[in-house]
Nanobody, 124 residues
Framework: VQLVESGGNLVQPGDSLRLSCRVS????????IGWFRRALGKERDGVSY????????KYTDSVKGRFTASINTLENTMYLEMNNLMADDTAVYYC??????????????????WGQGTHVTVAS
């Protein structure tokens, strides 16, 4: 399984951005797909996840109401739509996938497959 992110960019506060994560290999075997981010000097934190089996989607509190995760199964691509971006959203964003049932889907250790990351910078 390979994951490739794209869509990172330099934007201004209040702008929107959509990240993409294309999944190749055996995407139908995946149970959870998550988005994570790592700000400079900080640990990698969970942003959102989708349970591919039942569609359950959750977000970390800081992005609720602003970010929306979705999956296009025909394109084997996951998206993270980010609205009203703030400086605190500046980070390298990663998508990740797991092929088993996970207990804590916003915890990075639950995931085996990772993309290379895409940079998002929010600055005026």
């Amino acid at each position: 399984v390979q994951l490739v992110e794209s869509g990172g960019n330099l934007v201004q506060p209040g702008d929107s951005l959509r990240l993409s994560c294309r999944v190749s290999g055996v995407p139908q075997s995946l149970s959870f797909i998550g988005w994570f981010r790592r700000a400079l000097g900080k640990e990698r934190d969970g942003v959102s996840y989708i349970n591919t089996k039942d569609g359950d989607t959750k977000y970390t509190d800081s992005v609720k109401g602003r970010f929306t995760a979705s999956i296009n199964t025909l394109e084997n691509t996951m998206y993270l739509e980010m609205n009203n971006l703030m400086a605190d959203d500046t980070a390298v964003y990663y998508c990740a996938a797991a092929s088993v049932l996970v207990k804590n889907p916003l915890f990075e250790d639950e995931y085996v497959y990772w993309g290379q990351g895409t940079h998002v910078t929010v600055a005026s």
